[in-house]
């Protein structure tokens, strides 16, 4: 039943998964990585306190979803948690952007 579905067995089907599945992965893989080198290169241009003045954006990205309290800084749902685990951006002070290759796994 499964070889009806995917014919593994046939040069087309590999060719078509090769040329469409695994490109169209690619791009958009590629896209997000393009998008949080731009984001690294951007937040690291300027102190925290400059690039909020520029633009909120930037407060929703660092700060979104902060809550000052110790035990729980950040809500579950905060976009700055977002952006911490999957594109590995963080302020660890006012005057410093931190960022790291690594993603956050739970």
Sequence with gaps: MLEE?????????WERYFNIYLAELYSSVEGVLKLREELVKELTSAPVSELISKSDIYKEILFGGFRADESKPFADNALALFYKRILGVETLDCNFLYYSVSFYAS
């Design 5 to 13: 579905t995917i014919k593994y067995y046939e040069e087309a089907s």
